[in-house]
């Protein structure tokens, strides 16, 4: 593989990862489970081949100027797509952690609910009577 062919091919993992964070944060509210673990596994997958970079390019390369200032303007550009994808899945973690609080809020108030109905025994006459109106 050519110097040319890996960072085209980087460029392209790039991107592919950083749609992939967009799309989990734009989807987060109605990705099903097991679209979530597919769209987790790409986005692993993209990561090794990631760490598996520097030894393809080193490989790759040829000692040149121009070689050197592609990989510079790569390195660059690498640089943005991660920050971005970074900032991507920490708005992604903020609003899944919002949706988790809202979530433990309901679950709470449900269960206060149910407390204060359990509170009150049978129904009299269509109407529910507290349990101390009874030992009244």
């Known amino acids: 593989m050519t110097l040319g062919d890996l960072l085209v091919d980087a460029e392209r993992q790039s ?3 950083l749609q992939e964070a967009e799309k989990l944060l734009r989807d ?3 990705i099903a489970d097991d679209e979530l673990a597919q769209l987790l596994a790409r986005r692993q997958e ?3 081949w990631f760490q598996n970079f520097d030894v393809r390019l080193y490989d790759c390369m040829d000692g040149s100027p121009d070689a050197h200032a592609a990989v510079a ?3 660059i550009c690498q640089k943005e797509t991660m920050e971005r994808v ?11 952690k919002g949706r988790l ?8 108030a449900c269960a206060k609910e149910a407390k ?3 509170a009150y025994g049978e129904t009299v006459g269509g109407t529910r009577r507290h349990r101390l109106d009874s030992v009244l």
Do not use: H, Y
């Open 73 to 75: 303007k790569f390195r």
């Open 86 to 96: 970074l900032e991507i899945d920490a708005m992604t973690v903020a609003l899944a």
């Open 15 to 17: 991107s592919l990862l």
């Open 101 to 108: 609080a809202s979530i433990g809020d309901a679950l709470a």
């Open 28 to 30: 987060l509210d109605i």
């Open 116 to 118: 204060v109905l359990s």
């Open 46 to 48: 993209i990561v090794d």
